[in-house]
């Protein structure tokens, strides 16, 4: 990597770290507020591979950000694979090349990627036309690099289209929806006063279009999911989920109390991925720890949201979380995450 891509390009500060715990001298530390509102140093203490383990500094990613105007490293046919937004099989053409999103931030053509580690966060932005290039790196959970980055293109073009008013938010949204098709799981909640989204656990910042509509935030708009639905009159029955073009539709989960704890209480086991879970009652609840060689002794408390549908969030700082869906009698769940796919697990007791 140094040889390849960094010293080419100047960047003598940026490096490739094994593992979280390779600090770097002089480097900022990581931190996440608790709900106390204290600060707490953060870290994910786990492997990390190409996407998360480099560390940098704002003058070496302006470097990079200036050598992207005439390359000295890579092909054409690279450089443009990272610009050029991708169109999937559907249909729907992303925001998104091999590398970076290609957005419109009020009539300014923009190039970036944005990164966010536990307890910090960090926006890579490029305005080719107006030959501005922005690196905003923030060491804290509770402040956005890509609103700070927003601001700069504010006050620093001038000319930019006028700032699309937001409609008067209506009230937050609360509750569970299912697919009956493809199990997908959205649940929608107040977080820190906002309307909040989670799928498969993974949660999201939302909000309404005035059109019985909510999308993510414009900060998150490359994302391109809505959540819509017919009546705005008190909680609908049912929401289409639009996610990329593909639109699934989801059934309200009436909410029930937690039965069945006793009967999902065990030992479970993925062999595909040689992965180990274990429920256990605890003192609020049940609680999930695992172990494998990914992952050891990650725990994270269940909460039963209905219809054999458990939200599992994890006990650490790390905003981690998953939808566990189980069988008639707990013998079996499906796992799903932001970046898992109901994924089987059995109990030891149990063959497949």
């Not at 786990?46 to 070496?60: C, K, P, Q």
């Not at 950000?65 to 390359?71: I, K």
């Not at 060491?139 to 504010?154: Q, T, Y």
Request: net charge neutral; proline share 5%.
């Amino acid at each position: 990597m140094r040889e390849r891509v960094l010293f080419p390009v100047g960047m003598y500060e940026t490096l490739l770290r094994r593992v979280d715990t390779d600090f770097v001298a002089n480097s900022a530390t990581l931190h996440t507020r608790h709900p106390e509102g204290a600060f707490h140093k953060a870290q994910l203490g786990t492997d990390f591979s190409g996407e998360g383990g480099l560390v940098s500094t704002v003058d070496d990613m302006l470097r990079w950000l200036a050598h992207m105007a005439a390359p000295v490293i890579g092909s054409q046919a690279t450089w443009r694979a990272l610009k050029t937004p991708l169109r999937l099989a559907n249909g729907c053409l992303t925001d998104y090349g091999l590398g970076l999103v290609v957005s419109n931030y009020r009539g300014a053509l923009t190039l970036s990627h944005a990164g966010g580690v536990m307890g910090g966060n960090s926006q890579m932005l490029k305005v080719p036309a107006a030959g501005l290039d922005i690196v905003v790196l923030v060491n804290r959970s509770d402040v956005l690099g890509m609103e700070r980055a927003n601001k700069i293109l504010d006050a620093c073009l001038p000319g930019l289209a006028p700032v699309q008013r937001r409609p008067v938010e209506r009230s937050a949204y609360s509750g569970v929806y299912r697919s009956p098709s493809t199990d997908c799981v959205i649940e929608m909640f107040v977080k820190d006063g906002r309307q909040a989204v989670s799928r498969e656990g993974y949660e999201l910042p939302f909000e309404s279009d005035g059109d019985d509509r909510m999308c993510p935030v414009p900060a998150w708009s490359f994302i391109k999911q809505s959540i819509a639905w017919r009546d705005g009159r008190g909680k609908p029955a049912s929401v289409s989920f639009n996610n990329h073009g593909d639109v699934d539709e989801l059934d309200a989960v009436e909410p029930s109390a937690a039965t069945g704890t006793p009967a999902i209480v065990g030992h479970y086991e993925a062999k595909s991925i040689r992965t180990c879970i274990t429920i256990e009652e605890g003192g609020g609840g049940p609680r999930l720890r695992t172990q494998g060689p990914f992952s050891s002794n990650a725990e994270f408390d269940l909460k039963y949201l209905g219809d054999g549908l458990w939200k599992a969030k994890s006990t650490g700082s790390v905003p981690w979380g998953a939808i566990l869906s189980f069988a008639t009698g707990g013998h079996t769940f499906s796992f799903s995450s932001g970046r898992t796919r109901a994924l089987v697990f059995l109990r030891r007791s149990e063959r497949l």
